[in-house]
């Protein structure tokens, strides 16, 4: 099956600066590559996503850049402030048969110091 | 549009002990999913649901598991004779059936422990 890996699993940054997730996925068979954010005792929220194919992907601070030949697709947020602290995942899908399943990597672990 | 719901958002049970989540999917959307987050990973699939009809279970929920949704729309989640490695935050998500429109829209979670 699909195996999703991500890295780093913690990240600390100075507001302001920016950060970057990467993650890398085993199937090439996966189109679809949402990114979420978990805060403390809530469930994951889609922040950005991007199919297969598109390449790069924007919505304000936030951009997801995709490289099907490597198999590797990154999250960039620019401007950290600390409202950004929090876990974010990456995930991948498999469409097949109508419908598809999400695998998720670890998750990174972002900080956001003021 | 209320979101994801899921009750309860926390429940504690003894070992050996039947437990029951519910889960309310946003109102349109026909396709509803149960994961499984322990501290410090992803989300683990676990089951998969076109309106009424379970489609897909993955090999994590093992027979003390069963879940339904009997009239395609609210869904429960039981666990039977629970185990401390049942421990762990049970998500529910919904989506659209809709194709190319795979945004998946998660529920706070119930956390579960099991002493």
């Known amino acids: 099956g699909e195996n999703v890996e991500q890295h780093p699993s913690t990240l600390s940054v100075q507001e302001g600066d920016s950060a970057v997730i990467k993650c890398t996925y085993s199937?090439?068979?996966?189109?679809?590559f949402p990114w979420y954010k978990q805060e403390l005792g809530k469930g994951p929220q889609l922040i950005i996503d991007i199919r297969s194919n598109v390449g790069e992907k924007k919505d304000q601070r936030i951009a997801v850049t995709l490289n099907k030949t490597a198999k590797h697709f990154s999250l960039h947020i620019t401007e950290t402030q600390p409202e950004d602290s929090a876990v974010y995942f990456c995930a991948a899908s498999i469409r097949n048969s109508g419908y598809s399943t999400l695998t998720f990597g670890k998750g990174t672990m972002l900080l956001v110091s003021p | 549009d209320t979101g994801v719901s899921q009750d309860p958002r926390h429940k504690i049970t003894k070992r050996g002990q039947n437990v029951t989540f519910r889960c309310d999917p946003i109102s349109e959307h026909n396709r509803l999913y149960w994961y499984r987050q322990t501290l410090g990973q992803g989300p683990e699939f676990l089951t998969y649901f076109q309106n009424e009809a379970q489609l897909e279970k993955s090999r994590l929920l093992s027979d003390r598991f069963s879940a339904e949704r009997p009239k395609g729309s609210f869904s429960t989640l039981e666990i039977q004779r629970t185990e401390q490695g049942d421990s762990a935050m049970y998500l529910c998500?919904?989506?659209?059936?809709?194709?190319?429109?795979?945004?998946?829209?998660f529920g706070s979670g119930t956390q579960l422990s099991v002493l």
């Open positions: 199937d090439s068979a996966s189109n679809y």
């Open positions: 998500a919904s989506r659209q059936g809709v194709i190319n429109n795979e945004k998946l829209f």
